[in-house]
């Protein structure tokens, strides 16, 4: 079955920085956009950034954008996020979620979901 | 960037009844290929999202057929013919037209 697993979370201090992974097993990883998308605690849901399938193409969020970069290892089915310069207002839950599609900006819904990896920006 | 607006915000509701919640976008999401690029979402208390409908009225594998989409460019329902004790939760809009992606502030549905 579809399966993705964040990891990579925890507390950081402001301005520093964080790797977030996403490993993907049960479905051909490389054939799919990947998203990650953060809920900060009692929040909505905010869009972070998407990956083609391939790599070539990636999109962000203004608020994070030069502040964080998405990619992907296809050989080793894994979806990473590296986020510089922490803000307290990045705390969150970032999960990693999988498109139905392969070519960014369309989407055609982001069919699973991992379970989440928390990430605490505090002093 | 698009803004979703969703309505209302908390929808209390009787076990057997319909519920329906609304999202307008600020901009139309009918694409030139005809498909309106309009998601609903559920996150299930202490869970991930999932995905129940896509392009607006395309029920996601493994959602109950009780569960329906419709909308126009701007205006979108999600509609629960009979609402049941696991559907509570909070529903998401999101426009998936173009980037940056945006979601609704979330709908609270509670019996």
């Known amino acids: 079955q579809v399966k993705l697993v964040e990891s990579g979370g925890g507390v950081v201090q402001p301005g520093g920085s964080l790797r977030l992974s996403c490993t993907a097993s049960?479905?051909?990883?490389?054939?799919?956009?990947m998203h990650w998308v953060r809920q900060a605690p009692g929040k909505g849901l905010e869009w972070v950034a998407v990956i083609s399938y391939d790599g070539d193409l990636k999109y962000y969020a203004d608020s994070v954008k030069g502040r964080i970069t998405i990619s992907r290892d296809n050989s080793k089915n894994t979806l990473f996020l590296q986020v510089g310069r922490l803000k307290p207002g990045d705390t969150a839950m970032y999960y990693c979620?999988?498109?139905?599609?392969?070519?960014?900006?369309?989407?055609?819904?982001?069919?699973?979901w991992g379970q989440g990896a928390l990430v605490t920006v505090s002093s | 960037d698009i803004v979703m607006t969703q309505s209302p915000l908390s929808l209390p509701v009787t076990p057997g009844k319909p519920a329906s919640i609304s999202c307008r976008s600020s901009?139309?999401?009918?694409?030139?290929?005809?498909?309106?690029?309009l998601d609903w979402y559920l996150q299930k208390p202490g869970q991930s999202p999932q995905l129940l409908i896509f392009?607006?009225?395309n029920r996601a594998s493994g959602v109950p057929d009780r569960f329906s989409g419709s909308g126009s460019g701007t205006d979108f329902t999600l509609k629960i013919s009979r609402v049941e004790a696991e559907d509570v939760g909070i529903y998401f809009c999101m426009q998936a037209l173009q980037t940056p992606i945006t979601f609704g502030q979330g709908t609270r549905l509670e019996i």
């Open positions: 901009q139309s999401l009918l694409h030139d290929n005809g498909y309106k690029y």
């Open positions: 979620a999988r498109d139905r599609y392969q070519l960014p900006p369309a989407t055609l819904g982001l069919d699973y």
């Open positions: 049960g479905f051909s990883f490389s054939a799919y956009a």
């Open positions: 392009l607006g009225s």
